[in-house]
């Protein structure tokens, strides 16, 4: 069983995103994203300062299974990545909500209220 | 629906995500398939192998149909219970199953691929006509591969007296029965193991046993990467019907002594030794950070071009190693294109991790 945060926003494709304080938007992948491609072993970043259009392919991810894209929930500037992640992927495993990949500023704030809420994640999920 | 083996449901309750594998549902992993690898590699586990092909060849010719037939020669196989890694070639000298074969006070016991299991039997049964040779195809039977530093100690705990002897005392690449039950001191993991094939009525409560006993079910991603560190080559990748075993550095399964021997697949292998030989697997290990996998390309500057025939992420050695089919003059450096990009990658020879030790 997966879980989904209520606070979080998240894409079809599988990223969360989280609206911060300052406007700035930090993304990762889901709980079922990372039950789904098993033990991570490998997270690619996107560039910082690189600008990214909402549904684009932001890095890849692999699991000992799989390499897998993950894509920008919206579309925006990325601000900050998460190198310390890279070191040590398997953290998206254990912890997929603390994990975080990148951080966005974004074109359009509101466009993250495109994004599906938990419920109808879980929704997309199931169906 | 795909085939199931009778430990379907206990694969379910024991958590399993399950996956299709050459049309059979089978454990893929039973939560972190990492964790399960290093528990094989430093402790025990058991896998169902129960969609392996257990084929029996008895009758008065089993002997020289299967000198035909295997590319190894069982006339070495003197004693009952003695076995040996072996190969059915096409007549071009192609792969088209690797496998074991036992002697047995029968006949013989081969144990092959799930992919092939109706094709072998055609191939066999199609070969039979100048043979008193009898082929059956045991499905009747389950089979356990129980693995690890700890495995014989482990199991023997589990089984009764006479069996735990039997274990303890099989020589590599040797089987015993007791009863309906025969255990064999095989693997494909780079431990020690054993295995066992037992008539499929018994095999869920054993495998009840075992996990009762505290022996960690392990699914089949780990038992990839765990053969991977081994160097051992997996049909369908690493070799197949348009490639010889002297490209998928199976170099010891073609017996080409004595040399009166014929079997299918010689002229070609011949005719290939005296051409000379082009290509061969090697082991590659990734520096950098990255997954090699299967059919990424290989260069090797001033040589020419190969290609990734199985890769992974090793969680013994914490790198990204592959299996590869390069040119013959290959030396010890190359790249692979992931994603676009040309990684650096060392050539190593293809056995990366034997008995819990890094061996590159």
């Not at chain 1, 609206?19 to 930090?26: H, K, N, R, S, W």
């Not at chain 2, 694969?11 to 992993?29: N, R, V, Y």
């Not at chain 2, 144990?111 to 055609?122: E, H, V």
């Amino acid at each position: 069983m997966s879980t989904t945060p209520a606070d979080l926003r998240y894409a079809s494709t599988h990223e969360w995103a989280r609206l911060e304080a300052d406007g700035i938007i930090t993304v990762g992948i889901t709980d079922h994203a990372q039950q789904a491609l098993g033990d991570i072993v490998y997270l690619e970043l996107p560039q910082p300062n690189s600008q990214l259009s909402a549904g684009q392919i932001a890095g890849v991810v692999e699991s000992v299974k799989a390499a897998s894209d993950y894509h920008a929930p919206v579309s925006g500037k990325v601000t900050e990545v998460n190198e310390g992640l890279t070191d040590a992927p398997e953290g998206i495993n254990s912890h997929p909500y603390q994990s975080w990949f990148y951080r966005l500023q974004p074109d359009n704030p509101a466009e993250l209220e495109q994004l599906l809420d938990a419920d109808a994640y879980n929704a997309s999920c199931s169906a | 629906m795909g085939l199931r083996t009778p430990m379907y449901d206990m694969h379910l309750a024991l958590g399993a995500k399950m996956i299709d594998f050459s049309g059979w549902e089978l454990p893929l992993h039973y939560g972190s398939q990492v964790d399960e690898h290093h528990h094989v590699r430093n402790e025990c586990g058991v896998f169902d192998v129960s969609h392996m092909c257990i084929t029996d060849v008895s009758g008065t010719d089993a002997e020289p149909f299967l000198r035909l037939m295997l590319s190894n020669d069982v006339a070495r196989l003197t004693a009952s219970g003695a076995g040996h890694y072996s190969a059915m070639l096409n007549e071009q000298g192609g792969v088209i199953d690797d496998l074991i074969v036992f002697r047995t006070a029968e006949g013989f016991r081969l144990i092959t691929n799930a992919l092939t299991c109706q094709k072998i039997q055609g191939w066999l049964k199609q070969h039979t006509q100048n043979f008193s040779v009898s082929i059956q195809l045991r499905d009747d039977l389950a089979h356990f591969a129980i693995q690890g530093p700890e495995s014989i100690e482990r199991l023997s705990e589990v089984l009764n007296s006479s069996r735990a002897h039997i274990i303890q005392n099989l020589a590599a690449y040797h089987g015993s029965f007791d009863g309906d039950w025969f255990l064999t001191r095989t693997g494909y993991t780079g431990e020690e193991g054993i295995e066992i094939m037992l008539p499929a009525d018994q095999a869920v409560d054993f495998f009840n046993e075992l996990i009762g006993y505290g022996i960690t079910p392990i699914g089949l991603g780990a038992r990839d990467t765990l053969r991977l560190e081994a160097g051992f080559t997996l049909l369908g990748n690493d070799m197949d019907e348009n490639h010889s075993p002297y490209t998928a550095n199976m170099h010891h399964v073609v017996a080409l002594e004595p040399k009166e021997r014929d079997f299918i697949g010689r002229n070609a292998l011949e005719t290939q030794l005296s051409n000379g030989i082009q290509e061969k697997l090697v082991g590659l290990v990734l520096e950098e950070r990255g997954v090699l996998r299967a059919g990424q390309p290989v260069r090797i500057e001033g040589v020419g071009q190969g290609t990734i025939t199985s890769g992974s992420f090793s969680p013994t050695i914490g790198k990204a190693i592959a299996l590869a089919r390069v040119p013959i003059q290959t030396g010890e450096r190359g790249e692979v294109e992931i994603r676009q990009k040309w990684y650096p990658v060392r050539v190593v020879s293809p056995r990366f991790v034997r008995h819990g030790k890094i061996l590159i």
